[in-house]
């Protein structure tokens, strides 16, 4: 205690602290494994106490990768290794990294998800801890790793016979969508080697791995998929887009690439409003992609790069002869006019 509150001796170690925590709990999450010895063997601790979030002493110690504690506490036979809090995390979720939200997509979320994996190793070693806890949005441990490129904890969670590596969370995606849609190669090959991983897998909207890994540009994921020879590049989502006509640069003659999705926007239109320069570029390497292709809207491909702001689509788009820059929208706006409406002078300049 004194090592701990050095101001405070006297100090219960069940008082309640301003954010619900305990003297032990806080202690924990320390890491500071005397205080905890000493706090454990006085009798009159509660060494799984929870705090107002439901969160218990072996959370904070898993989220920390405190594994002196963590061990202390599985020793125990009074502490729940599968004790979930308000949200329905475990220590085990915690130990693979911060939870910020149900699908955090920032890269500074995912640099500071490091993961603990000696922690996850002392728990999945311990009789009883369940691999597969339903975390936020029903997401599982493996989902979680597999999105914030925790190779070697996906590598480790592999080795077990008791992970389901295609549980899906609540919108249907599986742990190889989220590492499609990061560019995570590595993980994805590991997760393909496993038998009853689907590379077809649909969400709830109809979206495979393969379309994720294309509306980001993975280059490097697409190809590695569509090299399986059992991924359909050909499924529609639910709003019927194929976003995954590109691959057909690599070789997959068999794909459409004027193929539009319910509101006439081609794989062409994607890449040019998404700004994607190298993903605009492998369609026109066809030479049978209709360039000016309009959607719902009347917007070409031209019309999509200009509102992006995306120069490089633009200036890929005017070298080719047969783009016509004066089409204009169902609301008769011309690339030029859009361009300079909304003052992109390096647009102007180029158009």
Same mark, same amino acid.
């Given at each position: 205690?004194?090592?701990? !509150?050095?101001?405070?001796?006297?100090? &219960?170690?069940?008082?309640?602290?301003?954010?619900?925590?305990?003297?032990?709990? !806080?202690?924990?999450?320390?890491?500071?494994?005397?205080?905890?010895? =000493?706090?454990?063997?006085?009798?009159?601790?509660?060494?799984?106490?929870v705090?107002?979030?439901?969160?218990?002493?072996?959370?904070?110690?898993?989220?920390?990768?405190? &594994?002196?504690?963590?061990? =202390?506490?599985?020793?125990?036979?009074?502490v729940?290794?599968?004790?979930?809090?308000?949200?329905?995390?475990?220590?085990?979720?915690?130990?693979?990294?911060?939870? =910020?939200?149900?699908?955090?997509h920032?890269?500074?979320?995912?640099?500071?998800?490091v993961?603990?994996?000696?922690?996850?190793?002392?728990?999945?070693?311990?009789?009883?801890?369940?691999?597969?806890?339903?975390?936020?949005?029903?997401?599982?441990?493996?989902?979680?790793?597999?999105?914030?490129?925790?190779?070697?904890?996906?590598?480790?969670?592999?080795?077990?016979?008791?992970?389901?590596? @295609?549980?899906?969370?609540?919108? $249907?995606?599986?742990?190889?969508?989220?590492?499609?849609?990061?560019?995570?190669?590595?993980?994805?090959?590991?997760l393909?080697?496993?038998?009853?991983?689907?590379?077809?897998?649909?969400?709830? @909207?109809?979206?495979?791995?393969?379309? !994720?890994?294309?509306?980001?540009?993975?280059?490097?994921?697409?190809?590695?998929?569509?090299?399986?020879?059992?991924v359909?590049?050909?499924?529609l989502?639910?709003? $019927?887009?194929?976003?995954l006509s590109f691959?057909?640069?690599?070789?997959?003659?068999?794909?459409?690439?004027?193929?539009?999705?319910?509101?006439?926007?081609?794989?062409?239109?994607?890449?040019?409003?998404?700004?994607?320069?190298?993903?605009?570029?492998?369609?026109?390497?066809?030479?049978?992609?209709?360039?000016?292709?309009?959607?719902?809207?009347?917007?070409?491909?031209?019309?999509?790069?200009?509102?992006?702001?995306?120069? $490089?689509?633009?200036?890929l788009l005017?070298?080719?002869?047969?783009?016509?820059?004066?089409?204009?929208?169902?609301?008769?706006?011309?690339?030029?006019?859009?361009?300079?409406?909304?003052?992109?002078?390096?647009?102007?300049n180029?158009?």
């Amino acid at each position: 205690m004194v090592e701990l !509150f050095p101001e405070q001796e006297d100090i &219960e170690p069940d008082t309640i602290m301003e954010d619900g925590r305990t003297v032990f709990l !806080f202690a924990a999450e320390l890491g500071n494994e005397n205080s905890v010895k =000493l706090l454990l063997k006085r009798g009159d601790v509660n060494p799984d106490s929870v705090d107002r979030g439901g969160r218990t002493p072996i959370s904070f110690a898993a989220g920390e990768g405190r &594994e002196s504690v963590v061990k =202390l506490l599985l020793e125990r036979g009074d502490v729940d290794p599968n004790s979930s809090d308000n949200n329905g995390r475990t220590p085990l979720l915690f130990a693979v990294g911060p939870f =910020l939200g149900p699908k955090a997509h920032t890269r500074s979320t995912f640099s500071s998800a490091v993961g603990h994996e000696g922690v996850v190793k002392l728990l999945l070693e311990r009789g009883g801890v369940d691999p597969n806890p339903p975390g936020i949005s029903g997401r599982t441990l493996l989902s979680f790793a597999a999105e914030w490129g925790q190779e070697a904890l996906v590598k480790l969670l592999l080795q077990r016979g008791d992970v389901y590596p @295609n549980t899906s969370d609540y919108d $249907g995606q599986t742990p190889l969508s989220f590492a499609a849609a990061r560019g995570e190669e590595g993980i994805v090959k590991l997760l393909l080697t496993q038998s009853d991983v689907d590379p077809n897998s649909l969400d709830g @909207n109809g979206r495979t791995p393969l379309s !994720f890994a294309a509306e980001r540009g993975q280059e490097g994921i697409v190809k590695l998929l569509l090299e399986r020879g059992d991924v359909d590049p050909n499924l529609l989502d639910g709003n $019927g887009r194929t976003l995954l006509s590109f691959a057909a640069g690599r070789g997959q003659g068999d794909v459409d690439p004027n193929s539009s999705d319910n509101n006439g926007r081609t794989l062409l239109s994607f890449a040019a409003k998404r700004g994607r320069e190298g993903v605009a570029k492998l369609p026109l390497e066809l030479g049978d992609v209709d360039t000016d292709s309009p959607d719902s809207g009347g917007r070409t491909p031209l019309l999509y790069a200009v509102i992006t702001r995306a120069p $490089g689509v633009v200036k890929l788009l005017l070298g080719r002869r047969e783009v016509n820059p004066n089409l204009s929208d169902n609301d008769g706006r011309t690339p030029l006019f859009s361009a300079a409406w909304r003052r992109y002078l390096d647009v102007v300049n180029l158009l």
